[in-house]
């Protein structure tokens, strides 16, 4: 079993680790008022400095910016999934399921909790 003052630990790296994905999520995106832990993406706007080719202007679509809506996407599912885990394992501290595999519900090594604090499994089912 983990101690307290490991669980505590790890508690306040996930809790940090959140705050930073809320906060770089909240670039990109906004959060999506009918489903929770859910994000939109905030579409580009026509920004003043973005490069325009004279085709662009004559396809009246900039690829610049839908590159960039594509870009942000990915990185907004990216962020997503990670505070999904992050917010995952809160829970389970809360619940007292914390550092548990998911799938032998052996106890995960606590090196790997630190290298990964949001980790659900153990090596043996990394991946
Ligand atoms: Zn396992």
Known sequence: ?????NLEEFKLALEKERDLL???LETI?????NVKGDW???HSEWGENQITS???LESGESVNEIDEDMKNKSLSDSLELRLR???DALVRIENGTYGICDFCKKEISIE?????????TD???AG
């Open 1 to 5: 079993m983990l101690e307290q003052k």
């Open 22 to 24: 809320v906060k770089e």
């Open 29 to 33: 995106a906004t959060p999506d008022p």
């Open 40 to 42: 939109d993406i905030k």
């Open 54 to 56: 004279q085709e662009e």
């Open 85 to 87: 885990d992050v917010n």
């Open 112 to 120: 790997r909790l630190r290298a990964n604090p949001a980790a659900k």
């Open 123 to 125: 090596m043996e089912h």
